[in-house]
């Protein structure tokens, strides 16, 4: 059974740092391509960053680029998402995916961990 869990999430000052955790178990980790996504209420799920199942690729949302970093560590079955210079769009709920194919398609996903900027 695909199990992906979040942690990390919380309330940090506008400009503020946090670190996302993804543990995944069901699955070959190291086979698979990642992703983090974040949903805010009554909007549609948007992809943050995707990483590689080797990790020698990434990509990130025209938003997030140069202050979000995605990485993983394949021996522990870790995914991470270090946010820096948070801003108050970055506040909604933030899941955890495993993706799949040539465009990167969710298959999986975690329970989401919120996060907070406030001012």
């Known amino acids: 059974q695909v199990q992906l869990v979040e942690s990390g999430g919380g309330s940090v000052q506008h400009g503020g740092c946090l670190r996302l955790?993804?543990?995944?178990?069901?699955?070959?980790?190291?086979?698979?391509?990642m992703g983090w996504y974040r949903q805010a209420p009554g909007k549609e799920r948007d992809m943050v960053a995707h990483i590689s199942s080797t990790g020698g690729r990434t990509n990130y949302a025209d938003s997030v680029k140069g202050r979000f970093a995605i990485s993983r560590h394949n021996v522990n079955n870790t995914l991470y998402l270090q946010m820096n210079s948070l801003k108050s769009e970055d506040t909604p709920v933030h899941y955890c995916?495993?993706?799949?194919?040539?465009?990167?398609?969710?298959?999986?996903w975690g329970q989401g961990t919120q996060v907070t900027a406030s001012s």
């Open positions: 995916a495993r993706v799949s194919g040539l465009y990167w398609t969710p298959i999986s």
């Open positions: 955790s993804c543990i995944a178990s069901g699955f070959t980790f190291s086979s698979f391509a």
